[in-house]
T-cell receptor, first 116, second 107 residues
């Protein structure tokens, strides 16, 4: 149980284009999902917290107009990287939180983005 | 927010138990201890979590000290596929994932 999927697993795009990444909780409902970014040889950094039916909360330094997050259902959150540039190339990972006091997060396999 | 301290790296022989320590001396009474691992180029994998009592599942055992200021993750029979970065987490936030412990299981 508690499986999270991401699509696509990798994407290559041209500079200036937009890329959408989907995150799905396959066997549970998640009122809260999270988006992380990981650069090579660095640890995961939280970008934003996504709550179903409301606006996402972005961490300091993360541009909300560049990284659009939509959490329209209890099993799906999307991250759109708008007008991508080479510096946005990274490993994007989502997680979904199982409801309850224990706040256990389950992570997707990640999406590797390369912007040329 | 409670922080954690882990050794940067550890080695373990294949088939032997791997004991990964974590200090969380500022943990509050209602904060759980979570363990995850990240194998290269994959998303973090949930291993186990606990509050006060020791826990065991099919992957590992978690030993939490009585004062809850430290814990140990035990992989009872490490295999080469257990080579990964292991993270001990008590609080979720921007910098939840520190450097973790890089466990290398050797033949």
């Amino acid at each position: 149980g508690a499986v999270v999927s991401q699509h696509p697993s990798w994407v290559i795009c041209k500079s200036g284009t937009s890329v959408k990444i989907e995150c799905r909780s396959l066997d549970f409902q998640a009122t809260t999902m999270f988006w992380y970014r990981q650069f090579p040889k660095q640890s995961l950094m939280l970008m934003a917290t996504s709550n179903e039916g409301s606006k996402a909360t972005y961490e300091q330094g993360v541009e909300k107009d560049k990284f659009l997050i939509n959490h329209a259902s209890l099993t799906l959150s999307t991250l759109t990287v708008t007008s991508a540039h080479p510096e946005d190339s990274s490993f994007y990972i989502c997680s979904a939180m199982l409801a309850g006091p224990q706040e256990t997060q389950y992570f997707g396999p990640g999406t590797r983005l390369l912007v040329l | 927010d409670a922080k954690t301290t882990q050794p940067p790296s550890m080695d373990c022989a294949e088939g032997r138990a791997a004991n990964l320590p974590c200090n969380h001396s500022t943990i509050s009474g209602n904060e759980y201890v979570y363990w995850y691992r990240q194998i290269h180029s994959q998303g973090p994998q949930y291993i186990i979590h606990g509050l006060k009592n020791n826990e065991t599942n099919e992957m590992a055992s978690l030993i939490i000290t009585e004062d809850r200021k430290s814990s140990t993750l035990i992989l009872p029979h490490a295999t080469l596929r257990d080579t990964a970065v292991y993270y001990c987490i008590v609080t979720w936030g921007k910098s939840t994932f520190g450097d973790g412990t890089t466990l290398t299981v050797k033949p």
